[in-house]
C-alpha cells in the first residue's frame, strides 16, 4: 500500500487539470475551500461534504491519565477532538478500488 500524501499544490494541480481554472486561481479555489471547512470547524460547526465524509467535534471530558513509564498519575484536560467519518459512498469506492488491485 502507497504512503503517500496528498498536498494543497497536489490538490491544485488537479484542479487545474480537470477544471481548467489558471494555476493561480486553482490554488485560490483550494485554499478558499481548505479555509470554509476550517472557520466551521472552528465556529463549532460539523462539517458534511456529500459522497465524501463528515468532519465532526466531539468535546472529550477531563480525566485522570497515567504515564506508562512512571505509573504517575496525570490530570488530563477537556478538550475538543476532530473525527472524520467517511461516507458509505466513500468507503465503497476505496473497498472496490482494493478488489480491483487484488486485494482481498
Known amino acids: 500500500m502507497s504512503k503517500h500524501t496528498v498536498t494543497r499544490a497536489e490538490l491544485s494541480e488537479a484542479v487545474y487539470q480537470e477544471v481548467g481554472l489558471s ?3 486553482s ?5 478558499q475551500v481548505l479555509d470554509a471547512v476550517s472557520d466551521a470547524l472552528i465556529a463549532g460547526e ?9 468532519f465532526v467535534l466531539r468535546d472529550k471530558g477531563g480525566r485522570i491519565g497515567r504515564n506508562p513509564k512512571t505509573g504517575e498519575e496525570v490530570p488530563i484536560d477537556p478538550r475538543r477532538v476532530l473525527v472524520f467519518r467517511p461516507s458509505q459512498v466513500m468507503k465503497d469506492r476505496i473497498n472496490a478500488s482494493l478488489k480491483g488491485a487484488g486485494g482481498a
Open 23 to 25: 494555476r493561480n486561481e
Open 27 to 31: 490554488s485560490d479555489l483550494v485554499e
Open 46 to 54: 460539523n462539517v458534511k461534504i456529500s459522497s465524501f465524509g463528515s
